[in-house]
């Protein structure tokens, strides 16, 4: 039995190690960069109408194409956004005319008001350069969250309709498509682990269930062995996340995005449940209380999972990608994913396997050693 | 030169092998070293029946 176990998960070793070669080999060369942003306004006002305008970022510049002056061009309004922390070095950008060659710091935002304090930092006969002094924007209740990365190629939004001077807001003109930078490329191990781990702290759930239920401690077992894989996995999707951000929005981390806060949380929890166990030293009481909290602590896998998706809790600037109807893939990618999960998810069963059977041997050991302690 | 992306890009994959590597690995430590201690108490026992 033993051995076939031991077979069994070197088999499944094998098979996960093949299936990650692939997927990094698949992340790189095959799956490409996705563009962000949309090829016209009006697909995002049909998807969105209703709803409050949520703009990535400050608007810290208008184009104004004027069609008098150029009436061959499209009579819109382009917005530039980047994040407030970026202003003065957007401003700079600007005046130097280098808009194209930096890399913008940006972040979504509510905007609920707007107002002016406009300054002109440069004209052309046909664009007028604008650079606002802050954020606040009414949008006629439309609401975007598109987000727009700092290596974007275009960082842009036309969302606007010029009305003689000035500018009324509609669904006009076209949405730049933007390139995600190359770290976009993370998603394709951060995303399965958190899978993982979220998959781990699911069987915890029902280990510690199925403990309190029968009382049977090989249960246990596996509810233990699973939450310390699950702080593997946990670890891994929480330190490559703040890679990606650091190319994608600037920061390494936001205590104000709720995924990221929530899902810090989590680890903590479970680090709390081994903590927990370490503490406790007579068995039956650790199986029973690390149960019940192995029970209780699941609460934050649905609180982090959700945290970028249901309305009340949704400040977070987190992709969402799966199960979402704005979250889209290209076959490649989704392909690329779709193996990395499974391969992540093989991985899993493998090191719970070998954990568990590492936990009766710890068990067998103990054993001994009592009956040798008795004996004597 | 290699961009701040690409860089990033081999950081984060080195934190997803250096992770699940470093844990296989200590499984396999663990189980080696429990293994060892059975096999020594097994043998201390038996010759202690002896």
New interface residues.
């Given amino acids: 039995m033993m051995m076939n176990r031991r077979k069994l998960g070197t088999i499944l070793?094998v098979i996960s190690a093949v299936l990650?070669l692939m997927t990094?080999y698949l992340a790189?060369f095959f799956a490409p960069l996705p563009q962000t942003g949309v090829k016209s306004a009006g697909e995002v006002m049909s998807s969105v109408e209703g709803s409050k305008l949520q703009v990535a970022g400050f608007v810290s510049a208008v184009y104004h194409r004027n069609p008098n002056r150029a009436p061959d061009m499209p009579e819109h309004v382009v917005f530039s956004i980047a994040d407030f922390r970026d202003y003065m070095r957007y401003v700079q950008a600007a005046e130097a005319n280098h808009l194209n060659q930096q890399w913008w710091t940006v972040r979504p935002i509510d905007v609920d008001s707007y107002f002016g304090g406009y300054v002109v930092a440069g004209t052309s006969p046909d664009i007028g350069w604008r650079i606002t002094a802050g954020t606040n924007l009414s949008v006629n209740g439309i609401v975007t969250s598109q987000e727009i990365g700092p290596?974007s190629n275009v960082t842009g939004f036309s969302l606007a309709r010029v009305s003689g001077d000035d500018f009324a807001f509609g669904p006009v003109g076209s949405f730049g498509l933007m390139t995600a930078?190359?770290?976009q490329?993370?998603f394709y191990?951060?995303m399965p682990?958190a899978w993982a781990c979220y998959l781990s702290f699911g069987v915890t759930l029902v280990g510690s269930a199925l403990f309190l239920k029968t009382r049977n401690h090989k249960y246990d077992r596996v509810a233990y062995s699973s939450a310390e894989?699950g702080i593997?996995f946990a670890?891994?999707a929480i330190?490559?996340g703040p890679?990606?951000a650091?190319?994608e929005w600037g920061v390494y981390w936001r205590w104000d995005d709720m995924k990221l806060v929530t899902t810090f949380v989590l680890w903590l929890v479970y680090i709390g449940y081994l903590s927990l166990r370490a503490a406790i030293s007579e068995p039956s009481t650790k199986a029973r209380v690390s149960a019940v909290y192995g029970i209780l602590s699941f609460i934050t896998v649905p609180m982090s999972f959700l945290s970028s998706r249901v309305a009340p809790l949704l400040q977070s600037s987190h992709p969402q990608v799966i199960a979402t109807s704005s979250g889209s893939l290209s076959p490649q990618a989704g392909m690329t994913i779709g193996i990395a999960v499974i391969a992540f998810t093989v991985?899993f069963i493998t090191?719970l396997i070998?954990?568990v059977?590492?936990a009766e041997?710890?068990e067998?050991?103990e054993e001994?050693?009592r009956?040798?302690g008795e004996?004597e | 030169m290699m961009?701040?992306?690409?860089m990033?890009?081999y950081?984060?994959?080195s934190?997803?092998w250096l992770?699940?590597f470093s844990?296989?690995g200590y499984?396999y430590l663990?189980?080696r070293r429990?293994?060892k201690?059975?096999k020594m108490?097994?043998e201390?026992?038996s010759r202690?029946d002896k």
């Fill in positions: 070793l990650i990094a790189i290596n930078p190359v770290a490329k993370i191990f951060h682990s894989i593997v670890t891994i330190t490559t890679v990606w650091k190319q991985l090191m070998k954990r059977e590492i041997s710890e067998e050991l001994l050693k009956n040798i004996e | 961009s701040d992306s690409w990033a890009l950081v984060a994959y934190i997803v992770g699940l844990f296989l499984m663990r189980q429990i293994d201690d059975i108490l097994k201390e026992v202690h």
